[in-house]
């Protein structure tokens, strides 16, 4: 068997395990971004299976070998949408929509002039290179957003392109290592998306994790601290003399059930927390304020 096809077939391998890992992630959220990395990967571990172990027929037959070619473009245009979405960035369906009616048009007229088989394969890959190069663009000034591991992966797409480019198409080398090199790219920027998509989990858990400790200690209205909090405090203080001396006020709104009656609960709401924004203004940074019922306001101030 020859070099090319073992490397395809090393390829596939890798593919199988990255489309487990996207099995996995969508097994528990059905993301469209999901879809799109999936069914592009597929359609390029697909090509590979064809150029590894039925190359006669991929030489031979111009249907088998256009439709090869087509395939090829398209899964990297839904790869590179997918990976869009997935970056939130604002990508209109209309645009990749007309990226991938433009090729095709251009790649039925091509072939319709009996051109080589070469012109047709640099033609496809040199749109492939512009997709690459427009998302590692946008990777790269994603980076404040998402980190340092994105400005990586930014540079990864950059350096396949320019890896290709330089070796395929200016130096023309026959070796396999710029081969080796551009396939690792790949992988490692598929895997890199992956750790980046469970960082975000993990992040998003952190978050969620953080907004309920608060909701427990906060009041949801003014943002103070609420009664359970407050309670257990002074009776921290209670137990530690460190504390004293200390000062506890506690006053209350007047007139909050009258504007509520003739303005509205709304209104009410609006002057509590003008209130609650007016004593945490007057109030040092370690002074602890909280809503202690409906229309009463506490705070501690103390000294250590």
Not at 20 to 40: K, N, P, S
Not at 67 to 84: D, E
Not at 151 to 167: K, P
Request: glycine content about 6%; some cysteine; hydrophobic content about 50%.
């Amino acid at each position: 068997m020859e070099t090319s096809a073992l490397l395809l077939i090393a390829s596939l391998g890798s593919i199988t395990v990255l489309l487990m890992l996207y099995g996995y992630i969508f097994a528990f959220e059905r993301r469209c971004f999901l879809v799109m990395w999936i069914t592009g990967w597929v359609f390029i571990a697909l090509n590979y299976l064809l150029d590894a172990f039925f190359t006669d027929l991929l030489r031979q037959s111009q249907p088998v070998f256009l439709l090869s070619l087509s395939s090829y473009f398209y899964a990297n245009l839904l790869i590179s949408w997918g990976t869009l979405l997935f970056l939130k960035t604002k990508v209109k369906k209309v645009q990749f929509l007309g990226i991938g009616m433009i090729w095709l048009i251009l790649f039925i007229f091509f072939s319709m002039q009996n051109l080589p088989a070469v012109y047709l394969i640099q033609y496809t890959y040199l749109m492939v290179f512009a997709l690459f190069s427009l998302v590692g663009i946008v990777m790269i000034r994603s980076s404040g957003k998402y980190g340092k591991l994105i400005l990586l992966l930014g540079l990864l797409n950059i350096a396949w392109v320019l890896n290709i480019l330089v070796f395929s198409y200016v130096l023309k080398t026959q070796h396999m290592a710029p081969y080796i090199i551009s396939q690792i790219i790949l992988i490692l920027n598929a895997v890199g998306l992956i750790q980046l998509y469970f960082k975000e989990q993990k992040d998003a858990i952190r978050e969620g994790l953080d907004h309920i400790t608060y909701l427990t200690l906060h009041d949801g209205l003014t943002g103070l601290y609420n009664k359970t909090y407050f309670d257990n405090k002074l009776q921290g203080m209670e137990k530690n003399k460190d504390y004293l001396p200390v000062s506890l006020i506690v006053g209350d709104m007047n007139g909050l059930k009258f504007v509520n009656d003739v303005f509205g609960h709304h209104e009410g709401d609006n002057r509590l927390k003008k209130i609650a924004h007016i004593i945490k203004q007057s109030c040092r940074q370690n002074d602890i304020i909280a809503r202690w019922g409906g229309d009463e306001l506490s705070f501690v101030n103390y000294f250590r």
